[in-house]
């Protein structure tokens, strides 16, 4: 099946927009301008007690000053709004309401202690401890808890594989290795793997563009879109940008934040030309500023095949255009 290519950016106002996420938002807006398709800015602040109150407003300012733009977001509307995740829980209960009538989720009201405790760690990857399954056998029969139940998915067993346009095949046993994951936290937020299919779905998203960090989600939300009945967006995963040991970017690391750029008096494309050719998309010979809109004909998003990381190298260099 072929896919469009109508994508999304999704930033969380929780912390400051850095140089991995502007690299980021740029693969993901050049992958759907490069297409002649649309572009979506969705805020994912469904976690509210960890949203920064003015975080959203200079984000969306920061990701304009780099020259990037959208045809539907919380600023300006659109058919699929609204377009924060704050805004849209009808819909996440809907669409967990239709799991549940499916007999495909459960309560549970296990701490983390006991599932340390429960759980074997074989397979245990960077998402922890897979859910020993203790409650799933209690469905959603009413009984004493011990505090505020969460709701898991029954995940049905065997590999679920997904196909990056530049990571390539992700094959994944979700059931082995993450066990029945959450959908909504005993205290009512619903789970980031459940609201981002919720609204790809919704949105229409034909190709999700985003950090390699996420790419083991991918499975989960295949499997999800599946069990809601449709069939998943593309993935496309863009190198995650380390620091120059190789560490991750650590938000407030003087210099990455976009917020610091500015202050040094940089200019949006002055960022978007470094970052342009610290992927690759360019030849890393050039110099100078780089607008978006100019790169659209003549980056090369091919140069990102099989690229899980890329360093900041020169990328902190001050210079002012
Ligand atoms: N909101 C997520 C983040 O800021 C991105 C989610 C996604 O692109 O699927 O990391």
Redesign the pocket.
Known sequence: MTHGHRG?????P?GDLHLG?AATALVAWLAARSAGAPFVLRV?DIDGPRVVSGCEVEQLDELRWLGLDWDEGPDRGGPCGPYRQSERLASYEAALERLRARGLTYLCDCSRAEIARVASAPHAGDEGLPYPGTCRASGHSPREFRRAPAVRLAVPPGEVVVRDRWQGEVRQDVARDVGDFVLRRGDGVFA?QFA?VVDDLAMGIEE?V??AD?LL?SPRQALLARLLGAEPPAIAHAPLVVGVDGERLAKRARGVPLRDRRTAGECGPEVVGRLARMLGLVPADERGPAEPRDLVARSDLAALVGVRQVRLQGALDPGAC
């Not at 999304?8 to 969380?12: C, G, K, L, T, V």
């Open positions: 999304r950016f999704a930033p969380s929780t996420s994912e980031y981002v999700v985003r950090g996420l989600s």
